[in-house]
């Protein structure tokens, strides 16, 4: 300044972006710091090769203000970086960053897990069990509660899941043929395979309701009887009329066992109890349901019989008692089976095997023991010559054989 110079002195003021620039750097102290040190690194990473020309920056604080200096490495030719300084240079920046973020997420990770904690202690705070009451029973009763609360939960969520399957299925338009369909199926099952579901149900409860009159305590004692014929087996609890009055052919027989036990008389096989030859009854062991008679079941058991049982014949008011000598299976058409030379008074009972089915025929065969088989009758004048009936009777035809016109089972 002059000293002709008049005018008043102005102080100087710094430039206000100079100052804000100043301020901020002076709060970002911490920050510069850290940019220093990864620059001294590049350039220490420069140095290693005293060929090269390397700038280090280095800023110290002086007062408000920083002071920026640059220092030169090495000669003043341009420098040619290598590649594997380069790579030094990359992986110091790296390091920087890794150790940023993992001070970064660790800080974040330490303060989620206060808060959670926090929340804790706040829950905890206002469940404090009562003086009176246990621990160990506020345990146990939680534990079943929530037990019992879970099995609720899921009992609810499969009755929820199974309403709602329900419902779509009805509202699907295939819903009703499917229905249909089904229940058609199972009523032609139900025609075609009734007399097999019927006869096990019946051979099943059939022991139970045994009649104690059917057994009889001392069999060489000659009770008297009515002249009503009947079949008599107290081990499989059968008392079942006789239809004596009855021919050898299918129509005939089917009718008879509506009411009983048919009468099979056949030449050779034509005897009637008391006289010698066979005396051949035929009964059902299972039928249709849509066929009448009482007597479809009669023979359910009759496979139960063996060597040694018991079988009664009440015959014009006379008791005659057989022992049973074999069993046997054979085809419908076997016919012969049932015609042989005998000289004692024996019976056959004929029904259908295996149970609910005609496919064969059981055969059991029994000797007279009472009374005296010696005094038996002479075997009927018809009881000579070959027999010509075709086949054993058997049971009605089936739901699918009467559709296709089959009459004979």
Not at 180 to 205: E, S
Request: hydrophobic share 35%; aromatic share 8%.
């Amino acid at each position: 300044m002059r000293p002709d110079d008049t005018r008043p002195v102005t102080p100087y003021v710094p430039p206000r972006d100079l100052a804000s620039r100043v301020a901020a750097r002076t709060q970002n102290t911490g920050q510069e710091a850290a940019s220093s040190i990864m620059r001294d690194r590049i350039a220490t990473i420069y140095t290693q090769d005293p060929t090269h020309t390397a700038v280090v920056t280095h800023r110290e604080p002086v007062g408000d203000t920083v002071d920026i200096q640059e220092k030169k490495l090495g000669s003043n030719q341009s420098p040619e970086i290598e590649q594997n300084q380069w790579q030094q240079y990359h992986s110091a920046w790296q390091d920087y960053y890794q150790k940023y973020y993992e001070r970064y997420y660790i800080g974040q990770v330490h303060k989620a897990r206060t808060v959670l904690e926090d929340r804790v202690r706040e829950t905890q705070s206002h469940t404090i069990p009562s003086a009176a009451t246990p621990q160990g029973n506020i345990h146990s009763h939680d534990n079943s509660l929530d037990k019992n609360e879970a099995l609720f939960e899921l009992r609810s969520k499969l009755l929820e899941s199974v309403q709602t399957s329900a419902k779509k299925v009805r509202k699907s338009r295939h819903f009703i043929p499917i229905t249909a369909a089904g229940l058609v199926m199972v009523m032609f099952l139900f025609l075609q395979y009734n007399r097999i579901l019927f006869a096990n149900v019946q051979a099943y409860v059939s022991p139970g309701s045994i009649d104690p009159q059917n057994i009889i305590v001392d069999p060489n004692t000659d009770a008297v009887v009515s002249q009503d014929p009947k079949l008599i087996i107290p081990k499989i609890n059968v008392d079942v009329p006789v239809i004596y009055d009855t021919q050898p052919d299918y129509n005939s027989q089917m009718k008879a066992m509506e009411n009983g036990v048919a009468y099979f008389g056949i030449p050779g096989a034509n005897s009637k109890p008391g006289q010698i030859g066979n005396t051949v009854m035929s009964g059902h062991s299972s039928n249709d349901f849509l066929d009448g008679g009482s007597y479809k079941f009669i023979f359910a058991l009759l496979e139960k019989l063996a060597p040694g049982d018991t079988i009664y014949a009440n015959y014009h008011g006379k008791r005659y008692i057989y022992t049973v000598t074999k069993t046997e299976v054979v085809k419908p058409t076997d016919v012969s089976k049932l015609v042989y030379a005998t000289t004692k008074p024996v019976l056959t009972l004929i029904t259908c095997t295996p149970l609910g089915t005609s496919r064969d025929r059981l055969l059991i065969s029994a000797e007279q023991i009472s009374p005296n088989p010696a005094t038996a009758l002479p075997a009927p004048a018809t009881d000579s010559g070959p027999s010509t009936q075709q086949s054993i009777p058997g049971n009605s035809p089936t739901f699918v054989q009467r559709i296709l016109g089959a009459t004979e089972n």
